[in-house]
């Protein structure tokens, strides 16, 4: 369920007149007008308002050819048919914002951050899209709407751009402050506002701005007083109840997210599928390994690796690792116990190759190759449409050092990292520094075993731990290349795999449906 666009259509209703249904004894939003304009009038007579501060409020009504007209204060009169969006119910009204509303932006004031920084944190200080700090003195002490001024939110809509301030509060200059003769109109004002498109009411694209006057000239249709009541407590309920299926959702997508890592963790100790006594040891399959590596070395194919680690079970029933002519234990580094025909290995033992792409920034092209980075790789897939391009010269000087192939791993190493998939096709393409290849000893190691293995929680948790840089975060060859794998025998690698893809599409199927 899209609850954001769930949302958005309960509001569009409720500004409608669609939401909840009409009382013909309600009396009219016309009245209503009425009685806020002699309020208004009053207001400039005991000195709470300036003169300026109404003469914009005009008045709207339909004339006798069924079209729609505004009055303004010097008596003349505009037809306003071309700006009315949709029709109202009966006993609704159109106004300008002006009309309904108090402005209060000359009492809000800003302080910089550098003064904000060395006081007491006791009052909220309100900003464009609601509450960004805390100071030590406050400018409001009664509810008031704010309305967004400038920022990407006013087209982004990513946060409400009307809301509600209340207590004892300070406001910047960038967000209109907003009270009304009465506070219910105003409960109203930050449901239609919210519900608007505010495109036309917006200048700027680099910096968005909804000046005050845009703002008084947005048309409100005004519902009668105790309808606008109705909508009030109906639009509250609903959308209470659409927090909660939103809070539900995040619930099952937490939930989904630990079923699927705990099934990784159970694979990867032993604990998804049954060991089969007849099945060559692991330990058989790394020697075995060991030896295609010997004869690739001596094809020219690959280079030695001058740290090539053997990783055993000592008599003491410890580990021990050996590294050219030296031997330690190192059983402060064995996360977990395996089954008795498995063994732990480096990453880098069972890679033919194990590097990352260019370190040059590219020259990009419009066409030619396709040439992948970090942000290719997501939720264990390859995007293969957003992708970039490089020159064919480029291509073949970066081709001719590492070229990636079907059943290579690719590894976010910079960035968001620890995110791997597996190419599951032939295609030519390069990689760019942010993405690691592990090439997989053929036919010895299943690739969609080491890929789960990249997945789990323990892994993940590694690479966090080795994370290096500040703001950029990135993952080291050298960490990669360490990371302790537990190998099962090849025949419950495979099984392993199998089972975990089954497993996988049901949990997707399950949550594609609740979600």
Same mark, same amino acid.
């Given at each position: 369920?899209?609850?954001?666009?769930?949302?958005?259509?309960?509001?569009?209703?409720?500004?409608?007149? $669609?939401?909840?249904?009409?009382?013909?004894?309600?009396?009219?939003? /016309?009245?209503?007008?009425?009685?806020?304009r002699a309020e208004k009038q009053q207001?400039?007579?005991?000195?709470?308002?300036?003169?300026?501060?109404?003469?914009?409020?005009?008045?709207?009504?339909?004339?006798?050819?069924?079209?729609?007209y505004e009055k303004f204060q010097d008596g003349s009169v505009k037809c306003i048919e071309d700006e009315i969006p949709f029709e109202l119910p009966e006993g609704w009204a159109w106004c300008r914002f002006t009309s309904v509303t108090v402005n209060r932006d000359s009492e809000r004031k800003p302080?910089?951050?550098?003064?904000?920084?060395?006081?007491a944190k006791i009052y909220d200080y309100?900003?464009? /899209?609601?509450?960004?700090? $805390?100071i030590d003195k406050f400018i409001f002490n009664e509810k008031l709407l704010l309305i967004g001024e400038d920022g990407a939110n006013l087209v982004t809509r990513s946060k409400p751009i009307a809301f509600f301030a209340e207590g004892q509060y300070w406001v910047n200059n960038h967000a209109h402050c907003i009270d009304s003769t009465d506070k219910l109109i105003l409960e109203y004002l930050c449901l239609y506002i919210n519900a608007i498109s505010l495109e036309k009411y917006v200048t700027g694209s680099a910096q968005p701005k909804m000046t005050q006057d845009n703002m008084n000239s947005i048309l409100i249709a005004l519902p009668p007083y105790e309808e606008q009541k109705r909508l009030e407590f109906q639009v509250?309920?609903?959308?209470?109840?659409?927090?909660?299926?939103?809070?539900?959702?995040?619930?099952?997508?937490?939930?989904?997210?630990?079923?699927?890592s705990k099934i990784l963790d159970l694979a990867i100790r032993g604990?998804?599928?049954?060991?089969?006594?007849?099945?060559?040891?692991? /330990?058989?399959?790394?020697?075995?390994?060991?030896?295609?590596?010997?004869?690739?070395?001596?094809?020219?194919?690959?280079?030695?690796?001058?740290?090539?680690?053997?990783?055993?079970?000592?008599?003491?029933?410890?580990?021990?690792?050996?590294?050219?002519?030296?031997?330690?234990?190192?059983?402060?580094?064995?996360?977990?116990?395996?089954?008795?025909?498995?063994?732990?290995?480096?990453?880098?033992?069972?890679? /033919?190759? +194990?590097?990352?792409?260019?370190?040059?920034?590219?020259?990009?092209?419009?066409?030619?190759?396709?040439? +992948?980075?970090?942000?290719?790789?997501?939720?264990?897939?390859?995007?293969?449409?957003?992708?970039?391009?490089i020159p064919e010269y480029l291509h073949e000087e970066l081709y001719g050092r590492l070229a990636p192939a079907k059943d290579d791993i690719l590894l976010a190493k910079n960035g968001t990292t620890g995110v791997a998939a597996i190419v599951d096709h032939e295609e030519v393409f390069d990689i760019y520094v942010s993405l690691a290849l592990i090439r997989i000893i053929n036919n010895m190691i299943f690739p969609e075993y080491i890929l789960h293995t990249i997945g789990s929680s323990y892994i993940q948790?590694?690479?966090?731990?080795?994370?290096?840089?500040?703001?950029?975060?990135?993952?080291?060859?050298?960490?990669?290349?360490?990371?302790?794998?537990?190998?099962?025998?090849?025949?419950?690698?495979?099984?392993?795999?199998?089972?975990?893809?089954?497993?996988?599409?049901?949990?997707?199927?399950?949550s594609n449906a609740l979600l």
């Open positions: 369920m899209d609850t954001k666009a769930l949302r958005k259509k309960i509001l569009d209703l409720a500004i409608r007149g $669609k939401l909840v249904p009409q009382d013909p004894n309600d009396e009219p939003a /016309s009245v209503l007008l009425e009685r806020i207001m400039v007579k005991d000195g709470k308002l300036k003169p300026k501060d109404i003469k914009n409020d005009t008045i709207i009504f339909v004339g006798e050819d069924n079209l729609h302080i910089s951050s550098a003064n904000r920084t060395n006081v309100y900003g464009a /899209s609601g509450k960004i700090d $805390k509250d309920h609903i959308l209470k109840t659409v927090s909660t299926i939103e809070n539900e959702k995040e619930d099952i997508v937490n939930y989904i997210v630990s079923a699927k604990k998804l599928v049954p060991q089969d006594p007849n099945d060559e040891p692991a /330990s058989v399959l790394l020697e075995r390994i060991r030896a295609e590596k010997e004869e690739l070395i001596k094809a020219g194919k690959i280079k030695r690796d001058k740290k090539e680690s053997i990783i055993f079970r000592g008599e003491d029933n410890s580990y021990y690792e050996t590294i050219g002519k030296n031997t330690v234990c190192i059983d402060e580094e064995i996360p977990f116990d395996i089954p008795d025909r498995w063994t732990w290995c480096r990453l880098q033992s069972i890679s /033919s190759i +194990l590097t990352d792409g260019t370190h040059k920034t590219p020259e990009y092209s419009d066409s030619g190759y396709m040439f +992948l980075s970090s942000k290719n790789v997501t939720s264990g897939k390859i995007d293969w449409e957003n992708v970039m391009y948790n590694y690479f966090n731990s080795s994370l290096k840089g500040i703001g950029v975060p990135n993952l080291h060859l050298e960490h990669i290349r360490k990371t302790l794998i537990p190998i099962p025998t090849y025949t419950e690698q495979k099984l392993i795999a199998g089972k975990i893809k089954h497993i996988l599409f049901k949990i997707d199927d399950i």
